[in-house]
């Protein structure tokens, strides 16, 4: 079946410092894969996303690459603000699944 | 453009009653889909729906339905209500199925 494995959490980072949060999947086809974030007592927003094979996702500074070899899709940005803090979601889409599966989520603290 | 709404925020039911969450789906989206969010299963699929009609269905009980309008809005519906059930439930909508989604800010259910 599909699956996605996110790193555990909690992360806690200092402003200003890199973040990576690694995602790795397993998929019966090709997926699509995805960033959502959380905020306290939100929903989902959508962060990135790639759709095919070394497609580099991006938004808001944070970056992710489509690695089909690896099967892997880890977030990274370069400098973190304390808005950053939330969760983060790796998701994936197999067309004919008709569903996005998702990692447990990595909750993310910015200290200043 | 109006993301997508859900309507109540908050509910907070008894064991045994039934309860009717609403989803309005971004306009021009047609295909909206339900998951619910617990701490302990993280986010699971729920059902899809495209055209007034189920495409896909989780793992849950049949107490857990739903149905779709000719306007795309949707509703689920939990009957005979469970101390499990408390969750946030999440809609998502996208303009056709396979296409991206787009989360709404949830409805938080309480079940006393």
């Known amino acids: 079946g599909n699956s996605v494995t996110q790193m555990e959490g909690p992360v806690t980072l200092s402003e200003e410092a890199f973040l990576t949060i690694n995602c790795t999947y397993t998929?019966?086809?090709?997926?699509?894969l995805f960033w959502y974030v959380q905020y306290p007592g939100e929903g989902l927003q959508l962060l990135l996303k790639?759709?095919?094979?070394?497609d580099k996702g991006s938004n808001k500074g944070f970056e992710a690459t489509y690695r089909k070899e690896t099967t892997s899709f880890h977030l990274e940005k370069g400098s973190v603000q304390v808005s950053d803090s939330a969760v983060y979601f790796c998701?994936?889409?197999?067309?004919?699944?008709?569903?996005?599966?998702f990692g447990t989520g990595t909750r993310l603290t910015i200290i200043p | 453009k109006a993301g997508v709404t859900q309507t109540p925020r908050y509910l907070i039911k008894t064991r045994g009653q039934q309860v009717t969450l609403s989803c309005s789906p971004i306009?021009?989206?047609?295909?909206v889909s339900w998951y619910q969010q617990t701490p302990g299963q993280g986010l699971q699929f729920l059902f899809e729906?495209?055209?007034?009609?189920?495409?896909n269905k989780g793992n849950f009980p049949g107490r857990f339905s739903g149905r779709q309008f000719s306007n795309s809005r949707s509703e689920m519906n939990v009957s005979t209500l469970e101390l499990g059930d408390s969750a946030l439930y999440l809609c998502?909508?996208?303009?056709?199925?396979?296409?991206?989604?787009?989360f709404g800010p949830g409805t938080r259910l309480t079940v006393l």
């Open positions: 790639a759709t095919k094979a070394d």
């Open positions: 998701a994936l889409y197999v067309f004919g699944n008709e569903k996005l599966t």
């Open positions: 998502a909508s996208s303009l056709e199925p396979a296409d991206t989604q787009y």
């Open positions: 729906y495209f055209s007034e009609t189920q495409r």
């Open positions: 998929a019966t086809g090709y997926p699509s």
């Open positions: 306009s021009g989206h047609r295909s």
